[in-house]
Antibody
Framework: QLLQESGPGLVKPSETLSLTCTLS??????????WGWIRQPPGRGLEWIGSIFHSGRTYYKSSLRSRVTISVDTSKNQYSLRLSSVTAADTAVYYC??????????????WGQGTLVTVSS | DIQMTQSPSSLSASVGDRVTITCRAGQNLSNYLNWYQQKPGKAPVLLIF???TLQSGVPSRLSGSGSGTDFTLTISSLQPEDFATYYCQQSYSAPWTFGQGTKVEIK
């Protein structure tokens, strides 16, 4: 399975960041997986943003919950991230990744290649 | 949120060296701990899940151990392709959190 992020690389402050992740080689409707978004500010570590199940059930990082929406479009085999009211602190490489549950555990594999989103006027 | 602390933050080593990276969790994780490798400009790659289970295709010179709050990633004989940054990640309790990373550099 391959994941590919797409979306604008530049977003203005206070506007909404929108990214899409397209899955190839599999079905996003699979009952075995969640689908996640993770970001990495330049030169820094990884931060989980949230995940979605094909049913639409979502899990968000609490500190981002008020600004984040993750949705799924099973007809297009895609899922999307919207992050509102962005600031420079939201500048990061955004990754989509399969969020796999097994025996109560969860891990991210595989990952998309990532897309850099810069917040600047 | 569960705090994950890796040590060291960086290390220099030579090809053939044995390298150990430590990850400490702010609370008991049982074995709900994963390790990833990230090379510059690339996405992270899953190495180990469940603290000690190697992902398919990962060379056996890498190993993971630990449970509870203390975990280690060991590379038994460092190879040129192992120079990268390594991250631990807990999946015991959402939000899933990562360590700050350990950069393995060439001495």
């Amino acid at each position: 399975q391959l994941l590919q992020e797409s979306g604008p690389g530049l977003v203005k402050p206070s506007e909404t960041l929108s990214l899409t992740c397209t899955l190839s080689g599999g079905s996003i409707s699979s009952s075995s997986y969640y689908w996640g978004w993770i970001r990495q500010p330049p030169g820094r570590g990884l931060e989980w943003i949230g995940s979605i199940f094909h049913s639409g059930r979502t899990y968000y990082k609490s500190s981002l919950r008020s600004r984040v929406t993750i949705s799924v479009d099973t007809s297009k085999n895609q899922y999307s991230l919207r992050l509102s009211s962005v600031t420079a602190a939201d500048t990061a490489v955004y990754y989509c990744a399969r969020d796999r549950p097994a025996a109560g555990m969860r891990w991210f594999d595989p990952w998309g290649q990532g897309t850099l989103v810069t917040v600047s006027s | 949120d569960i705090q994950m602390t890796q040590s060291p933050s960086s290390l220099s080593a030579s090809v053939g060296d044995r390298v150990t990276i430590t990850c400490r969790a702010g609370q008991n994780l049982s074995n709900y701990l994963n390790w990833y490798q990230q090379k510059p400009g690339k996405a992270p790659v899953l190495l180990i899940f469940g603290a000690s289970t190697l992902q398919s295709g990962v060379p056996s010179r890498l190993s993971g151990s630990g449970s509870g709050t203390d975990f280690t990633l060991t590379i038994s004989s460092l190879q040129p392709e192992d120079f990268a940054t390594y991250y631990c990640q807990q999946s015991y309790s959402a939000p899933w959190t990562f360590g700050q990373g350990t950069k393995v550099e060439i001495k």
